[in-house]
């Protein structure tokens, strides 16, 4: 098997950080865009979470939402990115974070 025909993933992953000034409601307005990114066609796998209760030093717990996507490669992460769904979040919700910061990967499918 060569190397350009080994299955590929490509992994984009969000944090959104919220003002500390946001309230429950805001946070659910936030999470219901979240819910409606995820439905884009081009997204192979999502999961949308909150930071989980560990205590390790090295683990960053000040996000409020984690949106992690898998895609099966580059070209379907562009497709994401310019799907109008996408353009409208980044539209109607942005007031509703005032941090993202954003780890995209890209790597073999690992079994």
Same mark, same amino acid.
């Given at each position: 098997?060569?190397? %350009? %025909? $080994?299955? +590929?993933? @490509? $992994?984009?992953?969000?944090? @959104?950080?919220?003002? &500390?000034? =946001?309230? !429950? &409601? !805001?946070?659910?307005?936030? #999470?219901?865009?979240?819910?409606?990114? +995820?439905?884009?066609?081009?997204?192979?796998?999502?999961?949308?979470?909150?930071? =989980? *209760?560990?205590?390790?030093?090295?683990?960053?717990?000040?996000?409020?939402?984690? #949106? /992690?996507? /898998? @895609?099966?490669?580059?070209?379907?992460? &562009?497709?994401?990115?310019?799907?109008?769904?996408? *353009?409208? @979040?980044?539209?109607?919700?942005?007031?509703?974070?005032?941090? $993202?910061?954003?780890? !995209?990967?890209?790597?073999? +499918?690992?079994?």
């Amino acid at each position: 098997m060569t190397m %350009s %025909s $080994v299955p +590929v993933l @490509f $992994v984009h992953h969000v944090l @959104f950080y919220t003002p &500390a000034t =946001a309230s !429950d &409601a !805001d946070k659910a307005i936030l #999470l219901e865009g979240l819910q409606q990114l +995820v439905r884009i066609p081009s997204i192979k796998q999502a999961h949308i979470g909150t930071p =989980a *209760d560990t205590t390790r030093d090295v683990i960053e717990r000040t996000y409020t939402y984690s #949106l /992690l996507c /898998l @895609f099966d490669g580059a070209e379907q992460e &562009a497709q994401y990115q310019h799907h109008p769904i996408h *353009d409208e @979040f980044r539209t109607q919700y942005a007031r509703y974070w005032e941090k $993202v910061v954003i780890y !995209d990967a890209i790597g073999p +499918v690992v079994e």
